[in-house]
């Protein structure tokens, strides 16, 4: 039982560690200009508006009224993606190192991938519920895209957060009563 809740963990981290490159490429499409630049790419967005290109580039206008993502809270999504996409490879090679190697994990990675996980998947659920509130891009399939990409790889970063606590919680020797 335990080797397939193992196998089902590593590959759900397999998932989000690809699916945090569709999500770095979406986030790469959010393009922030200065409000003088403007003119000059609006030419070109034009070509590859009429080129029929699915989620194409999206300007946001580095404006503090506006209800888009800042230029900051875009940086921190990206980086907090990276960090995740780094996290879910590591999570992968350990769990299959351990089911399929007899590699045993020790408690202190153990802990360490318990903090950076749960860390790693509140920041990115935090972000994900800002980046759904403003959708920066203009079609809505695009926008529930990327969220739900970055909902999956929160849900499969805490998953494997659970993995590392059960395995932790369960190589802990037992007590001895002392009286």
């Not at 950076?116 to 920066?136: D, F, I, K, N, W």
Request: hydrophobic letters at 55%; one cysteine or more; proline letters at 2%.
């Amino acid at each position: 039982m335990c080797h397939g809740v193992g196998l089902c963990c590593g590959l759900l981290s397999l998932g989000a560690f690809i699916s945090c490159f569709v999500a770095l490429h979406m986030l790469n499409k959010i393009i922030h200009i200065q409000l003088d630049a403007v003119v000059h790419m609006h030419i070109q967005l034009k070509a590859e508006e009429e080129s029929g290109v699915r989620c194409q580039r999206t300007l946001i206008v580095d404006n503090l009224d506006a209800p888009h993502l800042s230029w900051l809270e875009l940086f921190y999504m990206r980086w907090t993606l990276v960090f995740t996409l780094f996290y879910s490879f590591a999570a992968t090679l350990l769990i299959r190192a351990k089911y399929l190697g007899n590699f045993d994990i020790s408690r202190a990675t153990s802990k360490a991938m318990i903090l950076m996980g749960s860390l790693l998947s509140m920041v990115l659920l935090l972000a994900t519920v800002v980046l759904h509130q403003r959708e920066p891009f203009l079609d809505l399939w695009c926008n529930m895209f990327i969220v739900y990409h970055l909902y999956y790889i929160v849900l499969t970063t805490a998953m494997s957060v659970v993995f590392f606590l059960a395995h932790s919680c369960r190589d802990c020797p037992e007590p001895a009563l002392k009286f």
